[in-house]
């Protein structure tokens, strides 16, 4: 995996036991560290949350764009060519 930058900040966790045997088994077939892994699911997480976020924000607008009749003028453009 990707080497830690020097900017790089420590992070302890408490897990339960049998997380931690199941972790520890997967990554000891995968030849991976428990930081590795750590960093890839919170890399992971905090992007599908951000989706989400903006999935959301997308859900709340449309409705907003089926109502509001100065905004559905551009609805008319969207199978327009351009050129």
Known sequence: MEKVKENARRLNIIVSE????QLTEMLNENKETKSDFVRLALEREIERRKV???EKAAAELASLYETDEELQVFSDMDGEDFL
């Open 18 to 21: 049998p997380l931690h045997n």
């Open 52 to 54: 989400e976020k903006l």
